[in-house]
């Protein structure tokens, strides 16, 4: 069984950043594809980033293209997401998705196994 658990949501002013964690209860001798999504109050879960087990595979939805980076530290058991240029759009629980699975980028809900509780992020204008 693996337990994600995301930090470091809070509350910023439009064009500000903010730097949201996830760290994974694995065994370092596994593969993980994780991945981002959000839910925005009133909407549904959407995509916002994936990466691959080393690192080296990233995909962001258009929405945060060029704002957002993700990247991770398996030496932690760590994925990060560092958002910039953030408005009030970005609003939403941010949740972490991951599953054992080497080399491929995961776009959709479906392709996950294991999902973190989320952790809010609030942008104010």
């Known amino acids: 069984q693996v337990q994600l658990v995301e930090s470091g949501g809070g509350l910023v002013q439009a064009g500000g950043s903010l730097k949201i964690s996830c760290v994974a209860s694995?065994?370092?001798?596994?593969?993980?594809?994780m991945g981002w999504f959000r839910r925005a109050p009133g909407k549904e879960r959407e995509f916002v980033a994936a990466?691959?087990?080393?690192?080296?595979?990233?995909l962001y939805a258009d929405s945060v293209k060029g704002r957002f980076t993700i990247s991770r530290d398996n030496a932690k058991n760590t994925m990060y997401l560092q958002m910039n240029s953030l408005n009030p759009e970005d609003t939403a629980v941010y949740y972490c998705?991951?599953?054992?699975?080497?080399?491929?980028?995961?776009?959709?809900?479906?392709?996950?196994?294991?999902w973190g509780q989320g952790t809010q992020v609030t942008v104010s204008s």
């Open positions: 998705a991951a599953r054992k699975m080497y080399g491929l980028i995961l776009r959709r809900e479906s392709d996950y196994d294991y």
């Open positions: 694995v065994s370092s001798s596994s593969s993980y594809s």
């Open positions: 990466i691959t087990w080393s690192g080296g595979g990233t």
